[in-house]
């Protein structure tokens, strides 16, 4: 499997450094620098926050892996990783507990620890740390904790935001790097202490609390009228057995709930503390980079300090000096046959250069129309079935004169337009972000044919995320090769 | 066939794009659909190009091939809170007492479990919701529903509640939910890309649907890219044939004037690129080749949605939804 940098992408990187384009000024946005981040001792944690599927947590366990072989003792955190992923660190088995990694380099003094959270776990922890034996008993064996803990929307922010804290307040480390979960909801984590504050001041709880504390009839004595109107109502909505459980459990909580909060509190402050470096992961998507906007945004509403946005996933050509438009018209050339001087090896038995030209059907059709839209009705169905395997000397329906290195080199060049069209589309989607936020250092990570998930792989990324000279590359040089300021197709 | 359609996958592989699509696909021929949203992105908003949702169902589109409609609803867990209590009693003040004391931030944000209790029930009484006639209001309901992590658990929740609530309004509110999620009128799809972890994420998901007893219904594979070439084709284009790739290259872009004196130079300098993304693209294929043997063996109704170059705008979801169509989704 792929888990190599692959030595096309890094031949694209290294190539598109000969191109050198930097002359757009919207690139002006600041380059994030990772590796001083990583190295100052006083960066104690790194927390990668982001929407689902950009991968942050390939991400956060990239940064500890460059970390611990920088010289560091590292410990990553991290949510919910894919297995494989997991299965390279050595921490597929879930028992809560920061787990050595073997096959990092440890020559510069560092260590690496990664862990994975298990939600009901930490929760049932916090549990037998805070309350005394019997009431331990008495909130585990609660069904309404057990169905709490077990992990619905929002337990897991407030788990991993414990577990930080634990991990911090053992320092056994000098950094940590942690992983969020994967929604929006990941910054809920920042509401917790006010919420839980709002709660624990509110009346809502002492009138769940007091039919337990004193009991039955008394209680609604003691809560007076207003009260007794909601207790009704609760009594009848919920059926008295689950008000038990939940008047039960939040008496049994009662004591633990001031601890909570005492260490949300604690975990903010943390946080927001000059030696915490926020980085928000975003790929160069749409609804990825709007997403990163709304961390940065809330991140500074919460005086959150943010070291800045990594961008994965994006793509680089080291032909970028070569537009679409004109990749397609030399395609189009070369499908067009005649004046192509014939090229000596035209005669050979062209079988077995497998070109899967789906569109060379339509061919004319597709330049004709603006090559940026192709509708459905002028391309190949792909839902029409099983995908079709190269037809290996199959020749081309539109195109029987077309010779194989004639039909091969229109390939590349399709291919190669197709690629500038995505990076002039990531491009545009970058910009957008960087002009709403130019104070966001970003560093870009060029995109892998295939996932990440061994030591190797997390190094290469970690590298590429940390080497930032190729990224100037990524983007499509504006002036092209022979000299005008823009392509015109 | 269903008429609640959960569209969940993993985050990136395009879900709220998938159930905006499919809205429309399943509204067409005058049927009316409404797309609802229980995660607050305001991602259908964004989607149809239109002002921030209320929590309210509004028509947001005109499907294709005549008068169907399409609704939108964002669902807002503390107001579905309040209706949900409204259910059972006339909660004028009392409503306003509750919030006043706080109960409502804590069964939507301290009591999270909660939140998915009314998200769910909202969905299930828009499916079952009826008119004066005594005719769905609603021929589907389409759920642009929580990543593939967590949609069992999402779906399962009243049965949590009513194992918790072992009688009265709630118990049996739950257990009416959990009887239209379990049904055939329920079919939770599931969106892909043909990537590895996407796919490994959509053969977990639907193994644990299928072990919770939920409805599985198709999985939609979303942007597809065509294939253009195979890896014999460019290991001849790196080896045995370059340079004859490169005179080829070098006329093509004669012929639309690139470059000039140096061309030759500079062609040369195109050649190793090209072939490098071209076994870029090879690799890419394999592995996708991979990931749909893998899904075909899940067994299910497979939709493919081909890569919209550009990004996905309005037009391109209507193209989507005819895709869709075409390939018998609303059949």
């Given at each position: 499997?792929?888990?190599t940098?692959?030595?096309?992408?890094?031949?694209?990187?290294?190539?598109?450094?000969?191109?050198g384009?930097?002359?757009?000024?919207?690139?002006?946005a600041?380059v994030?620098?990772?590796?001083?981040?990583?190295?100052?001792?006083?960066t104690r944690?790194?927390?990668?926050?982001g929407?689902?599927?950009?991968?942050?947590?390939?991400?956060?366990?990239?940064?500890?892996?460059?970390?611990?072989?920088?010289?560091?003792k590292?410990?990553?955190?991290?949510?919910?990783?894919?297995?494989r992923?997991?299965?390279?660190?050595g921490?597929?088995?879930?028992?809560?507990?920061?787990?050595?990694?073997t096959?990092?380099?440890?020559s510069?003094?560092?260590e690496?620890?990664a862990?994975?959270?298990?939600?009901?776990r930490t929760?049932?922890?916090?549990?037998e740390?805070?309350?005394?034996?019997?009431?331990?008993?008495?909130?585990?064996?609660?069904?309404?904790?057990?169905?709490l803990?077990?992990g619905?929307?929002?337990?897991?922010?407030?788990m991993?935001?414990?577990?930080?804290?634990?991990?911090?307040a053992?320092?056994?480390?000098d950094?940590?790097?942690?992983?969020?979960?994967?929604?929006?909801?990941?910054?809920?984590?920042?509401?917790?202490?006010?919420?839980?504050?709002?709660f624990?001041?509110?009346?809502?709880?002492?009138?769940?609390?007091?039919p337990?504390?004193?009991?039955?009839?008394?209680?609604?004595?003691?809560?007076?009228?207003?009260?007794?109107?909601?207790?009704?109502?609760?009594?009848?909505?919920?059926?008295?057995?689950?008000?038990?459980?939940?008047?039960?459990?939040?008496s049994?909580?009662?004591?633990?709930?001031?601890?909570?909060?005492?260490?949300?509190?604690?975990?903010?402050?943390?946080?927001?503390?000059?030696g915490?470096?926020?980085?928000?992961?975003?790929?160069?998507?749409?609804?990825?980079?709007?997403?990163?906007a709304?961390?940065?945004?809330?991140?500074?509403?919460?005086?959150?300090?943010?070291?800045?946005?990594?961008?994965n996933?994006?793509?680089?050509?080291?032909a970028?000096?070569?537009?679409?438009?004109?990749?397609?018209?030399?395609a189009?050339a070369?499908?067009?046959?005649?004046?192509?001087?014939?090229?000596p090896?035209?005669?050979?038995?062209?079988?077995?250069?497998?070109?899967?030209?789906?569109?060379?059907?339509?061919?004319?059709?597709r330049?004709a129309?603006?090559?940026?839209?192709?509708?459905?009705?002028?391309?190949?169905?792909?839902g029409?079935?099983?995908p079709?395997?190269?037809?290996?000397?199959?020749?081309a329906?539109?195109?029987?004169s077309?010779?194989?290195?004639?039909?091969?080199?229109?390939?590349?060049?399709?291919?190669?337009?197709?690629?500038?069209?995505?990076?002039?589309?990531?491009?545009?989607?970058?910009?957008r972000?960087?002009?709403?936020?130019?104070?966001v250092?970003?560093?870009?990570?060029?995109?892998?044919?295939?996932?990440?998930?061994d030591?190797?792989?997390?190094r290469?990324?970690?590298e590429?995320?940390?080497?930032?000279?190729?990224?100037?590359?990524a983007?499509?040089?504006?002036?092209?090769?022979?000299g005008?300021?823009?392509?015109?197709? | 066939?269903?008429?609640?359609?959960?569209?969940?996958?993993?985050?990136?592989?395009?879900?709220t794009?998938?159930?905006?699509?499919?809205?429309?696909a399943?509204?067409?021929?005058g049927?009316?659909t409404?797309?609802?949203e229980?995660e607050?992105?305001?991602?259908?908003?964004?989607?149809?190009?239109?002002e921030?949702l209320?929590?309210?169902?509004?028509?947001?589109a005109?499907?294709?091939?005549?008068?169907?409609e399409v609704?939108a609803?964002?669902?807002?867990?503390?107001?579905?809170?309040?209706?949900?209590?409204?259910?059972f009693?006339?909660?004028?003040?009392?409503?306003?007492?509750?919030?006043?004391?706080?109960?409502?931030?804590?069964?939507t944000?301290?009591?999270?479990?909660?939140?998915?209790v009314?998200?769910?029930g909202?969905?299930?009484?828009?499916?079952?919701?009826?008119?004066?006639?005594?005719?769905?209001?609603?021929?589907?309901?389409?759920?642009?529903?929580?990543?593939?992590?967590?949609i069992?658990?999402?779906?399962?929740?009243?049965?949590?509640?009513?194992g918790?609530?072992?009688?009265?309004?709630?118990?049996n509110?739950a257990?009416?939910?959990?009887?239209?999620?379990?049904?055939?009128?329920?079919?939770?799809?599931?969106v892909?890309?043909?990537?590895?972890?996407?796919?490994?994420?959509?053969?977990?998901?639907?193994?644990e649907l299928?072990a919770?007893?939920?409805?599985?219904?198709?999985?939609?594979?979303?942007m597809v890219?065509?294939?253009?070439?195979?890896?014999a084709?460019v290991?001849?284009?790196?080896?045995g044939?370059?340079?004859?790739?490169?005179?080829?290259?070098?006329d093509?872009l004669?012929?639309?004037?690139?470059?000039?004196?140096?061309?030759a130079?500079?062609?040369e300098?195109?050649v190793?690129?090209?072939v490098?993304?071209?076994?870029?693209?090879?690799?890419?294929?394999?592995?996708e080749?991979?990931?749909r043997?893998?899904?075909?063996g899940?067994?299910?109704?497979?939709y493919?949605?081909?890569?919209?170059?550009?990004?996905?705008?309005?037009?391109?979801?209507?193209?989507?939804?005819?895709?869709?169509?075409?390939?018998?989704?609303?059949?």
């Amino acid at each position: 499997m792929s888990v190599t940098t692959g030595d096309a992408a890094r031949a694209e990187v290294n190539g598109a450094g000969a191109a050198g384009a930097w002359a757009n000024g919207l690139d002006a946005a600041s380059v994030l620098d990772i590796d001083p981040v990583l190295d100052n001792p006083r960066t104690r944690i790194v927390v990668c926050c982001g929407s689902g599927g950009v991968g942050k947590t390939t991400t956060a366990a990239a940064l500890g892996v460059r970390a611990a072989e920088r010289g560091r003792k590292v410990v990553v955190l991290t949510i919910d990783p894919a297995r494989r992923l997991a299965q390279s660190m050595g921490i597929d088995e879930l028992d809560n507990v920061p787990r050595p990694v073997t096959g990092i380099d440890t020559s510069a003094g560092g260590e690496l620890h990664a862990m994975m959270l298990d939600m009901k776990r930490t929760f049932d922890e916090i549990v037998e740390t805070h309350a005394d034996k019997e009431r331990a008993r008495a909130i585990l064996e609660n069904p309404f904790y057990q169905s709490l803990s077990a992990g619905f929307a929002g337990t897991q922010e407030y788990m991993a935001m414990e577990k930080l804290g634990q991990l911090r307040a053992r320092d056994e480390w000098d950094l940590i790097v942690v992983d969020t979960p994967p929604s929006r909801s990941a910054l809920d984590f920042l509401d917790a202490p006010s919420r839980l504050g709002s709660f624990l001041d509110g009346k809502f709880i002492k009138v769940l609390m007091t039919p337990a504390k004193i009991g039955g009839r008394a209680g609604m004595k003691f809560l007076g009228v207003g009260m007794s109107m909601m207790s009704g109502p609760l009594n009848k909505l919920m059926g008295a057995q689950l008000l038990r459980d939940v008047q039960t459990f939040v008496s049994a909580m009662d004591t633990m709930f001031g601890g909570f909060r005492t260490r949300a509190d604690a975990t903010y402050r943390l946080l927001q503390a000059p030696g915490t470096a926020f980085l928000v992961v975003a790929a160069p998507e749409r609804d990825a980079l709007r997403e990163a906007a709304y961390f940065v945004e809330r991140l500074a509403a919460e005086r959150m300090p943010l070291a800045g946005l990594v961008l994965n996933r994006v793509h680089g050509s080291g032909a970028a000096r070569l537009s679409a438009e004109r990749a397609l018209a030399a395609a189009q050339a070369l499908a067009d046959g005649p004046g192509i001087p014939r090229t000596p090896d035209s005669s050979e038995n062209l079988d077995g250069v497998g070109i899967v030209d789906r569109d060379s059907g339509q061919t004319g059709s597709r330049t004709a129309d603006d090559p940026g839209t192709r509708t459905p009705s002028n391309t190949s169905s792909p839902g029409s079935g099983s995908p079709q395997p190269a037809p290996s000397g199959d020749p081309a329906p539109s195109a029987p004169s077309m010779d194989s290195t004639a039909r091969l080199t229109a390939g590349l060049l399709r291919l190669h337009a197709e690629r500038m069209r995505v990076l002039a589309r990531e491009r545009r989607t970058r910009d957008r972000f960087t002009s709403l936020h130019p104070e966001v250092p970003v560093a870009e990570v060029a995109a892998l044919p295939g996932d990440v998930h061994d030591l190797a792989g997390l190094r290469a990324i970690g590298e590429r995320l940390a080497v930032q000279t190729a990224r100037h590359d990524a983007t499509p040089a504006e002036a092209t090769a022979d000299g005008k300021g823009t392509e015109n197709p | 066939m269903s008429r609640l359609h959960v569209v969940s996958g993993k985050g990136g592989t395009g879900k709220t794009t998938v159930a905006a699509a499919l809205a429309l696909a399943l509204a067409a021929e005058g049927k009316r659909t409404l797309l609802v949203e229980v995660e607050g992105r305001q991602g259908i908003a964004q989607l149809f190009e239109t002002e921030t949702l209320p929590y309210e169902e509004r028509k947001i589109a005109v499907a294709p091939g005549g008068g169907g409609e399409v609704f939108a609803l964002a669902i807002d867990a503390e107001r579905a809170l309040l209706d949900y209590l409204q259910m059972f009693y006339k909660l004028g003040s009392a409503g306003r007492a509750l919030k006043k004391l706080g109960a409502i931030d804590f069964a939507t944000t301290i009591a999270p479990g909660l939140r998915d209790v009314l998200l769910t029930g909202k969905a299930c009484e828009a499916v079952r919701r009826k008119d004066r006639l005594g005719n769905f209001v609603y021929d589907h309901v389409v759920m642009d529903a929580p990543p593939t992590g967590r949609i069992t658990r999402f779906l399962n929740v009243n049965d949590e509640v009513a194992g918790l609530a072992r009688i009265g309004p709630i118990h049996n509110q739950a257990q009416a939910v959990m009887r239209v999620l379990k049904s055939p009128e329920t079919a939770v799809h599931m969106v892909t890309l043909l990537e590895e972890m996407p796919v490994q994420e959509t053969v977990d998901g639907i193994a644990e649907l299928r072990a919770a007893k939920l409805p599985v219904g198709s999985v939609v594979i979303n942007m597809v890219r065509p294939e253009m070439l195979d890896p014999a084709a460019v290991d001849i284009a790196a080896n045995g044939r370059r340079a004859a790739v490169a005179r080829a290259l070098s006329d093509a872009l004669a012929q639309t004037g690139f470059a000039g004196a140096d061309r030759a130079g500079l062609v040369e300098e195109l050649v190793d690129p090209l072939v490098a993304q071209a076994r870029e693209h090879t690799e890419r294929v394999a592995l996708e080749r991979l990931g749909r043997t893998e899904i075909s063996g899940l067994g299910l109704p497979t939709y493919e949605l081909e890569l919209l170059g550009d990004g996905v705008d309005l037009a391109g979801l209507y193209r989507m939804a005819r895709e869709l169509r075409k390939q018998g989704v609303a059949r």
